[in-house]
């Protein structure tokens, strides 16, 4: 395991560890539109990604898809559901070349049994992420279209493989769509009106972004007083 594929969960750990870690997974790569998982198949696995993007959607109950979440390098995956030793509630969808460790469920979780550092940095993996979904539902109750857009595209940005950089590729409209809850037309209206005020260039499956500081102020998280 070289120091560019290890993340904070398991930065604590000896060299003697980590090799064991690395011994214990396996590495899946896949092409753009492959999957890692579907949605209600045995949750049996929990995945590391190393680079590419993952795509995790939801077929809800009345046949609308939605996008809760998409992964980025140096992130888990599918791991609560592998845990719990119950289905999988998302399909993992690769929406770039992407490669990933996997490891068995319960394989890991003795892992991180006999290393309390890395059980108490999931712990906190898993607190973010829920304080992340409530964000959004927050944002989805009291926000507008156009400034959750702005707010989806500038975290996601924030948390490209290269760090902080311009350009969020990979997604759809569509995609973009079912991230936010709303419809492709008003994306698409969205997007159309920043290119024409300069804060933004579209193409196909990327977004650049031109003014980080507009659209930190659509999104209402802009520093300035």
Request: aromatic share 8%; hydrophobic share 45%.
């Amino acid at each position: 395991m070289t120091a560019d594929e290890t993340f904070s969960l398991f930065a604590g750990l000896n060299d003697e560890a980590r090799a064991e870690l690395a011994r214990l997974a396996t590495i899946v790569s896949l092409d753009r539109g492959a999957l890692f998982f579907r949605q209600g198949g045995a949750a049996d696995r929990c995945f590391y990604l190393l680079h590419g993007q993952v795509k995790l959607a939801q077929i809800t109950a009345d046949g609308k898809q939605v996008i809760p979440r998409l992964v980025q390098p140096r992130q888990m995956f599918g791991g609560v559901a592998a845990w719990s030793g119950t289905t999988y509630p998302v399909t993992a969808e690769a929406i770039l070349p992407s490669r990933a460790y996997a490891w068995p469920g319960p394989l890991l979780f003795d892992f991180m049994q006999a290393h309390p550092t890395v059980l108490v940095a999931a712990l906190r993996f898993v607190s973010q992420r829920l304080l992340d979904v409530q964000d959004r539902l927050c944002d989805w109750t009291l926000g507008s279209i156009d400034r959750r857009l702005a707010k989806r595209l500038l975290d996601l940005s924030a948390t490209a493989a290269s760090g902080l950089t311009r350009e969020v590729q990979g997604l759809s409209r569509q995609d973009m769509a079912e991230m936010i809850g709303t419809t492709l037309y008003s994306v698409s209206r969205i997007l159309q009106g920043w290119k024409a005020d300069g804060l933004v260039e579209v193409g196909r499956r990327r977004v650049r972004i031109l003014d980080r500081n507009a659209l930190a102020t659509i999104a209402g998280t802009s520093k300035d007083p």
